[in-house]
């Protein structure tokens, strides 16, 4: 017993003294501590050690959590096996495996063995994102464990829920047995099966709710884990990984969601150095109707757990509706009748099925058809699951576990007999009759209304242009009132009267000039309340119309992103028309990239951070605003920088409004600007979200650069700055191209990734483009994989050679073209 003890204490001085040549978020072999020791990342936002739950009874365990705040453990080793004598000691060995032994010197717990590989240096190291690694201490770094790999009950951000399909590792979060027992308890949250992606809570085996399929930017049924103002959501699809993350777009909230030993899924965020405790955002399973099967087979769930059938169906026994999670569900009004007329109907606003099958073989219009013949197959839709467009998804068998989701985009189509396809078609006359009467009806009341209103509004205007003149000047200081043009577009714009603008701007001299384009010109200004204003004021001839600056008033009005110019208001008075933006002292990202003098402030992690934040800008624009946006005029020029250097994008006056199904529209009056134009717009007037893809493909790369796209020169060749970086790329030079002011010796890696996704962005053809919901993904996460680009569009285009313009009547404005294309 004293031997024992003896080497107790020997083992604990010898850890004692190694502990001190520590560093503070790494362990290397030979070194080992215990109990009071801990690493912490470098951040200072995660601490490994050991810990003890509740009031310590339950035994010693080993984990990570965050550090100097409450206890809130994220991770646990050997939560299945606690230490029970009170002594642990952790030791990395040579081979690079960690080891956690008690008092007795047995192994309690153990990552497993690396495969044999070749002289590697392991060493253990605490990430500034809570991941416990181990990895090669040698040049290359290689990761070949990580606690990520193992969760417990926490998501964290960047950890992957999902698999790893090569080693068959699935990642999955699983809630402690109690509050004070780390143990696996009896819930757990997955992404479920990898061929067809959703997120599933389970009870053991049993099935308690489930948000999916994935859709290319959500789960169906599902709003809170989609991309919000606090992190953007992805889910990533490839040949070796299948898995959701997201990613925080503040570095001062942290954040977690955490699955309760009650089974509950909720999302925490704490504000550093201002909260006082976490604060609960969201509990995922909160609604009623979320839980599976809430109405059975054909029945769907509505708010307040009210269920109602599809319709085409009714219930089998109305008296327990919806009493019990399985309830009886619906049943067919008409049976069908495989292979005699058997069709389908269009259902939207419905969370989709449970159990999808990809039949990934079929385009989307052979989907119907194949449905069609194979007499299980109850339902179809298109979905794009793995984020390279739609694939064809059916449902084999009764379809369970639907739910209204009025803001969900997906449509399913169910099958359904004959006989009630004849039924919905005569139903369909009825009330296309009855609209007839009651269209005409309003026409006529909204005619006469309309011409009342018109009077009025006139009255009211010219009521208005005899007060002004009639105001003093203390009178219209600081004041403004709401556009009445604007109030049908269901906005209010404060609008500034004239005299206010004009002492703001001094009077719009010289010295207040900011900027000139062909609109005309932007001023700063002060209110004065003191806040600073930039003025955008628009000459008579101006290349820019009022119909673009109308345009730009309803767009801008109704974005609100962070990496969006915020438009505080406008004046329109006489011949005046202004628009009156938030000011952003470091003016536009042209200024800064252009000069040498000001580009050398851009590190490499600046400009990483302006790509990112023109990205998510975009990104809003073409998919997560209300409004589907082309910006059309995307470049450098455009994107205004604030006093942080957080890329704002401006300028929405050729801006359009895209349905949402919409692909791509034509126009022959094409205004932009050569160099950022994508070829389908310049040559053919043809544009799209992909149009605004490759405008931001040229800006990625004259931000890594420094150079003008059109206007870049090199004594070999007459290529423009796109041909120059292909020409590179496939000489494996691609470094070349950035910028040499750039002095950080660790941007090797994520430069050739920008570099690689700008060329992908603009590809030639708009179908060989992501989007920009992929492109976010393919800078945001380096373990996805990026398929090899084509030869650019334009790159071999220089500033020495425009577009032939013989057909067409052109005229340019500094940089700004517009062009009417001839015969459209």
């Given amino acids: 017993m004293s031997t024992l003890l003896l080497s107790t204490f020997v083992c604990s001085l010898v850890s004692l003294v190694l502990q001190t040549s520590l560093s503070a978020d790494t362990l290397k072999p030979n070194q080992t501590f215990v109990e009071g020791f801990t690493l912490i990342s470098s951040n200072q936002r995660f601490e490994f050690g050991f810990f003890r739950p509740g009031n310590g009874s339950g035994g010693l365990y080993l984990g990570t959590w965050y550090h100097n705040l409450p206890l809130t453990v994220v991770w646990v080793a050997n939560r299945n096996n606690p230490i029970r004598d009170s002594f642990g000691q952790v030791a990395l060995d040579e081979k690079g495996v960690l080891f956690l032994f008690n008092r007795s010197m047995g192994a309690v717990w153990s990552t497993d063995k690396i495969p044999t590989m070749g002289s590697f240096t392991p060493v253990l190291q605490l990430l500034d994102t809570g991941n416990l690694v181990i990895r090669d201490d040698g ?62 809570l389970l009870s053991g085996s049993k099935k308690l709710f489930r948000w999916g399929p994935w859709d290319g930017s959500s789960f169906s049924g599902i709003t809170s884990l989609t991309t919000n103002p606090l992190f953007q959501a992805a889910y990533i699809y490839n040949s070796v990984e299948v898995y959701f993350q997201y990613e925080m777009l503040d570095d001062s909230i942290l954040s977690r969601f955490v699955i309760l030993p009650s089974g509950l899924i909720q999302y925490f965020t704490w504000r550093v150095n201002i909260s006082k405790e976490w604060n609960l955002l969201v509990t995922i399973n909160s609604d009623p109707c979320d839980n599976y099967g809430k109405c059975g087979n054909y029945g769907i769930c509505y708010t307040l757990s009210s269920c109602k059938c599809l319709s085409g169906f009714t219930p089998y026994s109305p008296p327990d509706w919806g009493l019990y999670s399985y309830s009886a569900g619906c049943k067919r009004g008409h049976e069908l009748n495989c292979g005699h007329g058997d069709g389908f109907v269009k259902y939207n606003a419905l969370k989709l099925p449970d159990n999808p099958i990809v039949w990934a073989n079929y385009t989307n219009h052979d989907c119907e058809s194949e449905c069609l013949k194979n007499c299980s197959c109850m339902a179809y839709a298109n979905v794009n699951v793995y984020g390279n467009g739609s694939s064809c998804i059916v449902w084999i068998g009764d379809l369970v576990d639907l739910k ?40 006529g009341i909204l005619l006469l209304s309309g011409g009342v209103a018109w009077y009025i509004r006139w009255l009211i205007r010219h009521r208005r242009k005899d007060q002004i003149g009639q105001t003093s000047k203390a009178q219209h200081s600081g004041s403004f009132q709401y556009i009445e043009e604007n109030q049908d577009s269901g906005f209010q714009l404060p609008l500034y009267d004239l005299e206010t603008i004009f002492l703001a701007c001094n ?318």
Wanted: aromatic share 10%; hydrophobic share 35%.
């Fill in 507 to 824: 009077n719009f001299s010289e010295t207040n000039k900011i900027g000139q384009g062909g609109f005309g010109s932007v001023y700063k200004g002060e209110l004065p309340n003191g806040q600073e204003i930039a003025v955008k004021r628009l000459v008579e001839k101006s290349i820019q119309g009022i119909e673009e600056l109308k345009n730009e008033i309803i767009l801008i009005a109704k974005l609100q992103h962070r990496n969006l110019v915020k438009l505080l208001g406008c004046c329109i008075e006489g011949e005046e028309t202004m628009l009156v933006y938030e000011y952003l002292p470091n003016k536009s990202l042209n200024n800064f990239i252009y000069d040498k003098p000001t580009r050398k402030q851009l590190t490499w992690t600046k400009r990483y951070h302006i790509i990112k934040g023109i990205a998510r800008g975009l990104l809003y624009l073409h998919q997560d605003s209300r409004l589907r946006i082309i910006h059309r005029d995307l470049k450098t020029s455009n994107i205004l920088l604030d006093g942080e250097l957080n890329p704002k994008i401006s300028d929405f006056g050729i801006a359009r409004i895209f349905g949402t199904d919409q692909m791509q529209e034509m126009t022959k009056r094409i205004i932009g600007t050569y160099g950022y134009m994508s070829p389908e717009y310049a040559m053919n007037g043809h544009y799209s979200v992909k149009s605004d893809v490759y405008s931001f493909g040229v800006i990625v790369l004259e931000v890594i650069s420094g150079q003008k796209n059109w206007s870049f020169h090199h004594p070999d060749h007459d290529l423009n700055l796109l041909g120059h970086t292909w020409m590179l790329w496939n000489k494996r030079q691609a470094l070349e191209i950035v910028d040499p002011t750039i002095q950080e010796p660790s941007y090797g890696n994520q430069a050739i990734r920008c570099i690689h996704v700008a060329l992908l962005c603009v590809q030639q053809y708009p179908e060989d483009r992501p989007k920009m919901s992929t492109v976010y993904s393919m800078l945001s996460y380096e373990n996805m994989e990026l398929p090899e680009p084509k030869e650019p569009g334009f790159c071999r285009e220089s500033h020495s050679r425009k577009f032939d313009t013989s057909a067409s009547d052109s005229s340019t404005v500094n940089e700004v073209t517009m062009t009417t294309l001839a015969g459209r």
């Fill in 404 to 443: 209204n989701y009025p803001s969900g985009r997906q449509q399913i189509y169910v099958r359904m007999a004959h006989a009630e396809l004849k039924s919905i078609k005569n139903v369909k006359r009825k009330h296309e009759r009855v609209k007839i009467v009651s269209v005409t009806t309003v026409i």
């Fill in 139 to 200: 040049g290359n770094r290689t990761i070949f464990w990580e606690s990520f790999d193992f969760p417990a009950d926490t998501l964290l951000p960047n950890l992957k829920l999902g698999w790893n399909l090569d080693g068959g590792l699935n990642r999955i979060i699983r809630s402690w047995k109690s509050i004070d027992d780390p143990s696996e308890g009896e819930y757990s949250f997955s992404l479920e099966p990898p061929e067809a992606p959703q997120l599933v």
